[in-house]
């Protein structure tokens, strides 16, 4: 059975923002969606006014040709240009009569080939990727060795000099626990509040490739980027351990010096409220799914 792509005579330009739509109207479905992209030939998740590559626009262009119909979709996190995501969650309310396929393969059949719907549910009126979330996890890959990778060279940030893991493991401990975050925010960021609650920060080393896995109940702007570049330089042997403290305490963006780059960074996971069930998969990216001790 060939996927559901009717041609469509609506304009993109009627699609509306729907963020603050807390539940689906009366007549409308809400759908939730599990999203993969690589975020590097993007800007970003968020469409763009100047009509520039996002993954948002992407999406929605190819969600309101099955529908035959304009669709908005509401993310879990936006995430910036170059951010790759693994385990991205959105939802759309519609009135249209699809069933789960053809919302995953006709959608995957009108998109670019970085970006894949994983699957596709029908929600409660009252769920919501973004608010409904109790935390939400990234990964953070770092390519450690002195010759730069061909092969990866857009999906994991590359650090040509030695990175002592074990010193790297032990700033992280400084950073768990519920702090105010504000010297790892971007100046940019519009988050009401720095203080978030991180519950784990994991760093393993698995051959060439060094893996941050942070989970959290939300994130600031920029924030596992700065989280990264300090604990490089911890582990390079720049800073000392004691450093990822007083970066944190300081509240000083000025402070923790470099963001690193975007290439490195995957958004894995999100999580709800038990009542909201949704289809569980692999904690990506796909090619560190063969290690075994990145636990999940």
């Not at 993954?55 to 969600?63: G, I, K, R």
């Not at 908005?72 to 969650?89: F, L, M, N, P, W």
């Amino acid at each position: 059975m060939p996927p559901f792509v009717p041609s469509t005579g609506f304009s993109y330009l009627d699609i509306i923002d729907n963020d603050a739509a807390e539940s689906a109207a009366e007549g409308y479905s809400r759908i939730a969606l599990g999203v993969e992209y690589k975020g590097a030939r993007y800007r970003g998740w968020q469409r763009q006014a100047s009509g520039v590559a996002s993954v948002q626009q992407a999406l929605e262009q190819a969600l309101s040709k099955v529908a035959n119909a304009p669709i908005s979709v509401v993310c879990a996190g936006r995430t910036d240009a170059g951010v790759h995501a693994c385990g991205q969650i959105v939802h759309f309310d519609t009135n249209a009569v699809r069933d789960e396929r053809a919302w995953t393969m006709g959608t995957n059949f009108n998109l670019p080939r970085d970006i894949s719907v994983a699957w596709a549910q029908q929600m409660p009126a009252d769920f919501h990727a973004r608010f409904k979330a109790t935390a939400r996890r990234y990964r953070y890959v770092i390519y450690n060795d002195p010759i730069r990778p061909a092969h990866l060279a857009e999906e994991v940030t590359w650090n040509h000099r030695p990175l002592d893991v074990e010193r790297m493991a032990q700033a992280a401990q400084y950073l768990l626990g519920t702090h105010d975050f504000s010297a790892f925010r971007a100046s940019q960021c519009q988050a009401k509040s720095p203080v978030k609650h991180m519950y784990h920060l994991r760093v393993t080393r698995h051959g060439q490739m060094i893996v941050l896995d942070i989970r959290a109940t939300a994130f600031l702007h920029h924030m596992v980027r700065n989280i990264a570049g300090v604990l490089m330089s911890i582990g390079s042997g720049e800073r000392p351990i004691e450093w990822a403290r007083e970066v944190l305490q300081s509240r000083d963006r000025r402070e923790a010096g470099v963001t690193a780059h975007p290439y490195g960074l995957y958004l894995v996971q999100v999580e709800y409220p038990e009542q909201f069930t949704l289809p569980q998969r692999y904690i990506g990216p796909h090619f560190l799914t063969g290690f075994d001790a990145l636990a999940d």
